[in-house]
């Protein structure tokens, strides 16, 4: 189990990961604007957005940055189409956001003015010339949004593939044949697509060895009969404020490397309450920003945390929990007022979040330290 409060006592090797943030801008006839990247051969074709910052306060802001340096405009965002948890053999594994914007006049795709060092062209296409041209991996994450129906938003991806309630919207499936430009024009072409690409200003390696990077828990929110929330206290640790109560939701850090989301809530129930579970609903996503967006925090870097659905548990159960001596000394049932007592103002206010989705459908709530973003 890892902690914010605890971070600096733990190695930070295999928690790390990458964060992006694209955007789906849609046509009124149904096409989707991608661009064609001018220094990369091999996967030429992509959404517009690129990689966070450690200045970004959140991925949402991100995706604002970015389209305002490739296409030079400022785009108005809608809801987050989903999110995406992806692992490669080859490069540290990336949380990747992708966000709906309104649709664009004629008139506003006219007055692009895009950096031409990192987009050689663009054009719109439909959902099946999409799912052809572009790479696998993304070809699957945005046909996912072109397919579901926006109610059913934000997605839960991992690998690019369903989970969770986006199952009950989509089935897993092989992307199509990936046959990148064949037989597709640019609307407008700043270099021309036979032109040999720019290389890029670092190597592939020096590249990612230079991305910040971010960390990422999973946690659980329980409840019992009469809908008091399940909370643990972490044993005291040296250290300032480490004598302090400190309790939280059931869960921990994703070990990044190895383990997606959902394996990692399910590896954090066993060790912690000793419970084969299997999570629920992905309820929120909570972007909690590092001290370069937010020197307030107190963080070294940005933390996303997933919040899944337990459930409704049973006392029996309740009653076998069975903590580890050397992490947890007690556990506790909390209705609403004792629970935003003991936990930090953020944390309170996720759990609230939390609580609230189970209510309504679709996918889960998008919070920046707790607070729903507008």
Not at 215 to 230: E, P
Request: charged share 25%.
């Amino acid at each position: 189990m890892t902690t914010s409060s605890t971070d600096s006592q733990h190695s930070r090797s295999g928690r790390e990961l990458m964060a992006a943030a694209g955007v789906l801008f849609p046509s009124g006839d149904g096409r989707v604007l991608v661009v064609r990247l001018p220094y990369d051969r091999k996967h030429p074709v992509a959404v517009p957005g690129g990689g966070w910052e450690a200045e970004d306060l959140s991925p949402r802001r991100t995706a604002v940055r970015e389209i305002a340096e490739e296409l030079g405009f400022t785009p108005v965002l809608g809801a987050l189409a989903c999110i995406d948890w992806t692992l490669d053999d080859y490069r540290p594994p990336i949380a990747a956001h992708l966000y709906w914007a309104e649709p664009l006049t004629p008139e506003q795709a006219d007055a692009f003015r895009p950096d031409t060092d990192e987009v050689g062209g663009w054009t719109w296409l439909t959902p099946e010339q999409a799912a052809h041209a572009l790479p696998p991996r993304l070809s699957r994450r945005v046909t996912a949004c072109l397919r579901a129906p926006r109610s059913a938003g934000p997605l839960e991806l991992e690998d690019s593939f369903p989970v969770g309630h986006t199952l009950d919207h989509l089935t897993a499936e092989p992307p199509p044949e990936y046959t990148r430009l064949a037989g597709l024009a640019l609307t407008e072409d700043t270099t021309g697509t036979d032109a040999e690409p720019a290389a890029p200003p670092l190597d592939r390696a020096t590249y990612i060895a230079t991305r910040p990077r971010i960390r990422a828990k999973a946690r659980t929110v329980f409840t019992d009969a009469a809908g008091r929330v399940l909370l643990v206290r972490l044993r005291p640790w040296s250290g300032a404020g480490g004598e302090e109560p400190y309790w939280t939701l059931p869960g921990g850090g994703i070990e990044a490397d190895r383990e997606l989301p959902r394996a990692a809530a399910r590896r954090e129930i066993r060790e912690e309450l000793g419970w084969e579970h299997e999570p629920g609903r992905l309820l929120a996503l909570d972007w909690l920003p590092g001290r370069d967006a937010d020197p307030r925090s107190g963080r070294d870097t940005a933390v996303l945390v997933y919040l899944f659905d337990g459930g409704t548990v049973p006392d029996e159960r309740l009653a076998s929990i069975a903590l580890p001596e050397d992490e947890l000394v007690e556990w506790r049932l909390c209705d609403p007022a004792e629970a935003r007592a003991l936990l930090s103002d953020s944390s309170w206010a996720r759990t609230a979040a939390a609580l609230a989705a189970r209510d309504r459908r679709g996918g889960p709530a998008e919070l920046v330290e707790g607070r729903p973003v507008h």
